[in-house]
């Protein structure tokens, strides 16, 4: 998937659980997202990060905490996983120049039990 | 809330035939409107996209049209493919924040 890589790509943990997902670029991309897909909800924002340790919220990011000390490595954490975070998470980057283009990962499945 | 809001859900259209899936939105201040396909197992992937100074984008079979004044935009599949069946999410953008529809899966009958 045009230099992403999401993992693990599969995870099942229990509640309480730390979590954390990561997500590799090779593209050199300044832009990087955390989304979280759910059925008739979409794809929601979780976090995004303009830069090296610049990161902001997005729509949905109570429960999440993400950092960025490199590039190309993007992490999504879950201090206490909880079952409502069970979802598919997406991590997508952007060059930041001329149109606004996401360009997608393969998808992190995570269950909480 | 949900700024763009999608339908159909679900669609079955016939191998030929036209796929027609509708976007609205609430904020004025978005100036980018792409469509992302997505395929089972897959991350979405950009399919068209269209900027509110035009009224109509085609780029094969894939149309879009859109309608400032309504806050409308559609994407109209012509000749549709059973390679076709997928999920379509619309989006609505602007710098930073892309807010995307809920999704629409398609599924083309040979």
């Known amino acids: 998937d045009a230099g992403i890589t999401q993992s693990p790509r599969h995870k099942v943990t229990e509640t309480g659980t730390p979590v954390t997902l990561r997500c590799h670029q090779t593209?050199?991309?300044?832009?990087m997202y955390w989304y979280r897909q759910d059925p008739g909800h979409g794809l929601r924002l979780i976090h995004y990060s303009y830069g090296v340790k610049d990161t902001d919220k997005g729509e949905v990011s109570d429960g999440y905490s993400v950092s960025r000390s490199k590039t190309e490595d993007f992490l999504l954490t879950l201090e206490s996983a909880t079952s409502s975070q069970t979802s598919v998470y997406f991590c997508a980057i952007r060059d930041g120049s001329g149109a606004n283009v996401l360009t997608f990962g393969a998808g992190s499945r995570l269950t909480v039990l | 809330q949900q700024q763009v809001k999608q339908s159909p859900q679900s669609l079955i259209v016939q191998k030929g035939g036209i796929s027609i899936i509708n976007c609205a939105y609430e904020n004025t201040a978005f100036d980018y409107f792409p469509w992302y396909q997505q395929f089972p197992g897959k991350g979405p992937a950009l399919l068209i996209a269209i900027r509110p100074d035009v009224s109509e984008k085609k780029e094969g079979r894939f149309t879009i049209s859109f309608n400032k004044s309504a806050k409308q935009f559609s994407l109209h599949i012509m000749d549709s493919q059973p390679g076709d069946s997928a999920t379509y999410f619309c989006a609505a953008v602007n710098n930073n924040d892309m807010r995307f529809g809920a999704g629409t899966r398609l599924t083309v009958k040979p």
């Open positions: 593209e050199n991309h300044r832009y």
